[in-house]
């Protein structure tokens, strides 16, 4: 077969405007023109490539349905793919800097969204880990599994490597938990790789997307940039309370089939709260979620 003719599969490593980086079924990384003004590619897409005579490079034809996506909205409210075909979302805090427990909260609505995993990653235990103790006590009573490491003495990445065996698993945190050194730590050649795998064909560094890296031939992980704000979109009715698990389980409970859970009479989800049933500052998430979401519907 000439190179002209040359084609096949990949997934998408990087994606950047027009262009791609795509790691073909050997495990060699390429960039990719893409083919057609509508495709619209994101770290993860499972893609048919193929070199064109009219092309300098390989080019992407076309890429196979998500079976999930990770999306954020943007300031106008809009849908922005973040990465798709995930296993697991790893949500990465540490003590310093302090962890915004209301995006903690967001990533993990976004999982429940999204139907997959969440996980929550403590990095840094060594700078002393007790005031996070209330908020990870609550976390690990609604059943958000939580991992304790320290990437700079690798106490940890072993077990973590473990329990990402088989799946692709996306980390998201805020800027400065030490996210990229854990991605490092589990992929020693993401450092090195960093340079070249996110330059475009213009020779322009694209830090800015998300990156994937194979683990082994069954196992992945993505690096997402750090980020100030998340938050789901909000695809289905009710897109807030799903988000959270102990709201909706409350829900149920609720005089109105319709309620918001913010003043409304007989509802389960504020009774819960005034209980302590339900965590105040979970609710105050939701809260902020829920009236985001109104902004944007208004």
């Avoid at 990949?10 to 495709?39: F, N, P, T, W």
């Avoid at 079976?67 to 849908?79: F, K, M, S």
């Avoid at 994937?212 to 009710?238: K, M, N, Q, S, W």
């Amino acid at each position: 077969m000439v190179a002209e003719q040359a084609q096949g599969s990949g997934v998408v490593l990087a994606s950047y405007g027009r262009g791609a980086l795509v790691q073909d079924v050997d495990g060699e990384a390429m960039h990719c023109g893409l083919i057609g003004r509508k495709l619209r590619l994101v770290c993860g897409d499972r893609v048919r490539w193929q070199h064109l005579p009219e092309a300098d490079g390989p080019s992407v034809l076309s890429a196979e349905p998500r079976r999930n996506v990770i999306e954020r909205i943007d300031a106008r409210g809009r849908p922005e793919a973040v990465a798709a075909n995930i296993d697991r979302l790893a949500i990465v805090i540490a003590p310093e800097p302090a962890p915004d427990w209301f995006l903690v909260d967001r990533y993990w609505a976004g999982a429940r969204h999204a139907d997959i995993e969440a996980l929550l990653l403590i990095n840094k235990c060594d700078l002393g880990r007790d005031a996070l103790e209330p908020q990870l006590a609550i976390y690990r009573d609604l059943g958000l599994p939580c991992r304790e490491l320290v990437c700079r003495t690798g106490d940890g990445i072993a077990e973590l490597h473990g329990l990402l065996a088989g799946s692709v698993t996306l980390f998201v945190g805020q800027s400065g938990v030490g996210k990229s050194s854990i991605v490092n730590a589990l992929a020693p050649e993401a450092a090195a790789q960093t340079a070249e795998l996110t330059r475009d064909a213009e020779g322009r560094h694209t830090t800015t997307t998300a990156r994937r890296y194979r683990l082994d031939a069954e196992t992945a992980i993505i690096d997402a940039p750090g980020v100030r704000d998340f938050a789901p979109p909000a695809h289905i009715v009710r897109a807030a309370e799903r988000g959270f698990i102990e709201i909706h389980a409350a829900s149920v409970r609720c005089r109105f089939n319709d309620c918001r859970h913010f003043d409304e009479p007989g509802c389960g989800v504020r009774a819960d709260v005034e209980a302590l049933r339900i965590a105040p500052r979970r609710y105050e998430s939701y809260r902020r979620l829920a009236r985001l979401y109104e902004g944007f519907a208004g």
